[in-house]
């Protein structure tokens, strides 16, 4: 089946460590996004990439990193940078960056301890 | 600025009635398109239906309809014969643009529907 994975599902890690999200998605999309969701509130953009070895800064790209060496995969570092990491991250690819309707992963929760 | 505005924190619905929910939008773009998304307690975004500005008649998929009144600036989505796995938060989103012509999805703040039996 196409789609979009994320592991973990839930992730705890100590202040002051990094740690990286994975995201990958089979649909032969080009088009990939990092979103993040505090409680009671819609998503934000951290990152965006449209092709490999390319990639955006999206609203809120302080305190995290990423890289697109595949199609594929779209990995997320949340570095110790990130004052306040805790939160509900959603990755999401389109066809393109264009027009294109965005789907999303089963999303990674963050818990810094 | 780009902005999506969801007035309605939560609402209840009978199970098999229909329910509106609301969201307006603000942009200065002639060409955006207009998305909503469910996100069950699992938390994954569920694509649920898709306006585009230019579109002449209201989005429909199943039961999912897109009451998108351009003037008033509003795209309010209808679900109708309400079921219990409709329970939900439910997002409205607006394509903003990014640089190079390509979009990101400005979202609102989200309306928690509960279906009651």
């Known amino acids: 089946d196409g789609g979009i994975t994320q592991s973990p599902k839930y992730l705890f890690r100590k202040e002051g460590q990094n740690v990286t999200l994975s995201c990958e998605q089979n649909?032969?999309?080009?088009?990939m996004y990092w979103y993040r969701q505090d409680p009671g509130q819609g998503l934000r953009l951290i990152y965006y990439?449209?092709?490999?070895?390319?990639?955006q800064k999206g609203d809120i790209a302080e305190g995290y990193s990423v890289s697109r060496e595949k199609k594929e995969s779209f990995p997320l570092t949340v570095t110790s940078a990130q004052k306040n990491p805790t939160a509900f991250y959603l990755c999401?690819?389109?066809?393109?960056?264009?027009?294109?309707?965005?789907?999303f992963g089963p999303g990674t929760r963050l818990t810094v301890l | 600025a780009q902005k999506i505005t969801q007035t309605q924190p939560g609402m209840f619905v009978q199970e098999k009635e229909a329910v509106t929910l609301d969201c307006t939008y603000d942009?200065?773009?002639?060409?955006?398109?207009l998305f909503w998304y469910k996100q069950p307690s699992s938390g994954e975004m569920i694509f649920l239906i898709y306006?585009?500005?230019?579109?002449?008649q209201n989005a429909t998929e199943g039961r999912y309809s897109l009451n998108f009144q351009k003037a008033r600036k509003s795209a309010n989505l209808v679900i109708s014969a309400s079921q219990l796995g409709d329970s939900a938060m439910y997002f409205c989103?607006?394509?903003?643009?990014?640089?190079?012509?390509?979009?990101?999805?400005?979202f609102g703040a989200g309306t928690r529907l509960a279906v009651h039996p």
């Open positions: 999401a690819s389109s066809i393109a960056g264009g027009l294109d309707t965005q789907y």
């Open positions: 649909l032969n999309h080009d088009a």
């Open positions: 942009t200065s773009d002639p060409s955006y398109g």
């Open positions: 306006q585009g500005s230019y579109d002449q």
């Open positions: 990439s449209q092709i490999v070895n390319d990639f």
């Open positions: 989103a607006m394509r903003g643009s990014l640089s190079g012509g390509y979009n990101k999805l400005i």
